[in-house]
């Protein structure tokens, strides 16, 4: 199986690593990470950079794409991607995102009619695409599946090894990562975290965005 993770300039580190992680535990997984050109490409927080070992030219017909999302994802170094993404999803098993990555999946005209999750705070642009934003963690319509926010992509990917090779294998998977989460506090959605905080949150993503990120 051959799993392709396009990146680009403004990724979300984790968007990428962690479904990556659980993804490449798959027997005989082939996973490859995409760039429109090959090389490093640097992450969002600017302090850290993934490595595309392969161009979209390289890889025409993955059996998975896992798009990942980050500030990038919403300017041109993620759109260079969208002809790829067009191009290979006809053929794909799964076509896949985690967190804003499903806009880059919204713009290539993969998520018309469908309903799409992405981090809470971008979800509304995804009716711009035609898509019906889910405040669900994980989405499944028909072969396009879409995470939520950063850390859902574990889950994603975990629940794509389950359709794929059955419980068993993600289950082995899940305990050999130690994927068993306790944070310290229960603020992970807005849902859940004071007013205060979301807002504060908000703000902050929102200036950035305002600031070309």
């Known amino acids: 199986m051959q799993i392709a993770i396009p990146i680009y300039d403004g990724v979300t580190a984790l968007d990428a690593i962690g ?3 659980p993804l490449s535990r798959i027997p005989g997984a082939d996973v490859r990470f995409v760039g429109a050109e090959p090389g490093p490409k640097e992450c969002d927080t600017r302090a850290l950079s993934l490595v595309a070992g392969y161009s979209v030219e390289e890889v025409l017909s ?3 794409i896992v798009v990942p999302g980050g500030e990038g994802s919403r300017r041109e ?3 260079a991607l969208l002809p790829w993404i067009r191009s290979v999803h006809p053929t794909t098993r799964w076509t896949t995102s985690v967190c804003t990555g499903s806009l880059l999946l919204g713009k290539a005209g993969v998520l018309d009619g469908l309903e799409a999750t992405s981090h809470w705070i971008y979800l509304d642009m995804l009716r711009d695409y035609g898509a019906k934003p889910s405040h669900d963690r994980v989405v499944e319509q028909g072969k396009v599946v879409t995470a939520a926010g950063v850390s859902s992509g574990i889950d994603m990917a975990l629940r ?3 359709l794929e090779a059955g419980d068993e294998l993600a289950k ?3 305990l050999s990562i130690e994927y068993d989460p306790q ?3 229960d603020a992970g959605s807005p849902d859940k975290a004071p007013d205060q905080l979301v807002e504060l949150v908000r703000a902050v993503e929102r ?5 070309g990120g």
């Open 62 to 64: 993955p059996d998975v």
């Open 183 to 185: 944070p310290p506090f």
């Open 77 to 79: 170094s993620g759109d």
């Open 172 to 174: 082995a998977i899940q």
């Open 207 to 211: 200036g950035q965005a305002d600031d």
């Open 19 to 21: 479904p990556y992680e």
């Open 160 to 162: 794509l090894i389950q």
